[in-house]
Each structure stands twice: as structure tokens, then as C-alpha cells.
């Protein structure tokens, strides 16, 4: 029989997970970038890990206020799951207060943004597919305020299905 990578390659989908090995990722390790309001973490994600599939990423900070301005994005779901502090998430026109705990879904094509409440906090983010952590990277290289910047998130962002709209 064949092995599982194999198979996903006749289906289209390169996946670089080895049957049978664990992806681990310890405290520290990870590709990271500062955005200046916070920092990400990806803990899985890219096409040399996941095939393009998703990611899994971290994001971290104490900066209290709006960590993005309002987005969305038209090909894929992101969702979040709270660790750690207060988080308003604004999904179409409604707010969310979120805690630690809670999980929120945002479905492609709903414009959403996200806010920290004092001392910030930290979340898991998943998106379907993948590739969007190669925004936040291109974002980090322009600044630590680039990601709340309405005009170099514009500039940046309709490469990763990432658009800004008024709020």
C-alpha cells in the first residue's frame, strides 16, 4: 500500500508531514516576526509543512487597542482560539468580547478586525488554507506599526487575499 504522502500527491495536495513522526514545535522555536503590537509565532504553516493547507500561528503582545485594521478575506476561514488576556474581535458589525477559552470563527468574505484590551494578550490563529503568515512577515520587514497602518496594509496585503475595508 502506499504511504500517505504519496497519496496525497495523486489527490493534488503535498503534504510534508511524515506518517508516523510527531510535528513538534517547543517554547521559543518557530519562524517569528515583531509587528509592534504583538508578535507571531507560525507553529505550522507554509508549503514545506503543510502543503499550502493551513497554518497554525501564535500571536503575542501587551500592547493594548486595535492589532489590525478591519480586513477580510475572500478565499479562506481564519479562526482564533484566546490563551491569554481580553480581546474584542469586531466580525461584520458585531463585537465579540473574548477570553481565554474562547474560539471564534470568521468566515471568508466577513470583514473582521481585533482589539486588545490593557496588558494585550495572546491567541492561536488557524487559517484555511494557508499562506497568509507570508503577509505578516512582509509587513514586519516595513515597521512595527505597518500592520495598523491603513496604507501599507493596503499595499501589502491584496498579494495575500488580505483586504482592508472601511469600518
Known sequence: MANRNTLNRRKGV??????????????GAGRSVELGVA?????????????GAFTVAEFAGTAEGPWTVPHLHRG???????LDGMFTFTVGEE??????????LVPRG??????????????????????????????????????????ARAAVSARYDSIPVSS
Open 14 to 27: 503535498v503534504a510534508m508531514f511524515q506518517p508516523g513522526t510527531a510535528h513538534t514545535v517547543v517554547p
Open 39 to 51: 508578535s507571531m509565532r507560525v507553529l505550522a504553516g507554509g508549503d514545506g509543512e503543510t502543503g
Open 76 to 82: 479562506f476561514e481564519e479562526s482564533f482560539f484566546i
Open 95 to 104: 463585537p465579540i468580547e473574548a477570553t481565554p477559552g474562547m474560539y471564534i
Open 110 to 151: 466577513t470583514a473582521h478586525m481585533i482589539s486588545a484590551a490593557e496588558g494585550g494578550g495572546r491567541f492561536l490563529t488557524l487559517m484555511v488554507p494557508g499562506g497568509l503568515e507570508e503577509m505578516f512577515f512582509a509587513l514586519g520587514r516595513l515597521g512595527p506599526e505597518a500592520i495598523r497602518d491603513p496604507a
